[in-house]
């Protein structure tokens, strides 16, 4: 799995790109995906009132979340170009210019649960 990270003005934003032989989380309302590549990660924007306070270098704003919605890829390099794309535009919608935002990914091997050893 690959953990896809944008920070910009101390604050950061995760989602993770499942590969072949990850197994993607489920939950009601989710789609289903056959992909070979499936991304997932928040989605918010910015509201007047109520959401949610998050700092933002100097400045708070108030964000609201949408619910995650898992998309499909064939390719790894399409996932992570979507993925890139989709931190970015996240920090957008609170007004942060995409050339603000640092870009991390990282590898991640899954844990094994305890009762699979």
């Known amino acids: 799995m ?3 990270r944008g920070e910009a003005r101390g604050t950061s934003l995760t989602g993770t790109v499942y590969e072949p032989g990850d197994e993607p989380p489920e939950y009601e309302g989710a789609p289903e995906t056959e992909a070979a590549y499936v991304w997932v990660c928040d ?3 910015e509201v007047e009132s109520g959401g949610t306070a998050q700092r933002l270098g100097d400045d708070e704003v108030r964000v609201a979340f949408e619910s995650p919605t898992p998309r499909g890829f064939d390719t790894r390099d399409a996932a992570l170009d979507a993925a890139k794309e989709h931190v970015r535009t996240q920090f957008a919608r609170l007004g942060v210019d995409g050339d603000e935002v640092n870009v991390e990914v990282e590898e991640v091997k899954e844990v094994e649960d305890a009762d699979d050893r």
């Open 43 to 45: 989605a918010f924007y």
């Open 2 to 4: 690959l953990l896809v």
